[in-house]
């Protein structure tokens, strides 16, 4: 069974950049013809897809973002990571990963991780 695990800091202060790591068991993100994503939901926002990369190693970002976000990943830790750059408090957010097959949506959650951006 695939199971997905968010980690990193649930504090960072505005400006600073943000790391999460999604990892994950029971499958490889190498897997064929699957996508592995970053969603965050706010109370500004709602649900919002941040971007993915793919089993590949290509990546896809929602362009509201201008440019901040990046995901990179370590296939040999089978892990995926968000960084976030310039952080506002508009950033504040429970921070999702998750995967599947791209035009087929997210089968794959994690628990989500909150997020707060404070001084």
């Known amino acids: 069974q695939v199971r997905l695990q968010e980690s990193g800091p649930g504090l960072v202060k505005p400006s600073q950049t943000l790391s999460l790591t999604c990892t994950v068991s029971?499958?490889?993100?190498?897997?064929?013809?699957?996508?592995w994503s970053w969603i965050r939901q706010s109370p500004g926002k709602g649900l919002e897809w941040m971007g993915a990369?793919?089993?590949?190693?290509?990546?896809f970002y929602n362009p509201t973002l201008k440019s901040r976000a990046s995901i990179s990943r370590d296939t040999a830790k089978n892990q995926f990571t968000l960084q976030q750059s310039s952080l506002t408090p508009e950033d504040t957010a429970v921070y999702y990963c998750?995967?599947?097959?791209?035009?087929?949506?997210?089968?794959?959650w994690g628990q989500g991780t909150q997020v707060t951006v404070s001084s």
């Open positions: 029971g499958g490889s993100i190498t897997t064929n013809l699957y996508y």
């Open positions: 990369i793919a089993f590949s190693g290509s990546t």
């Open positions: 998750a995967g599947g097959i791209w035009h087929e949506g997210m089968e794959f």
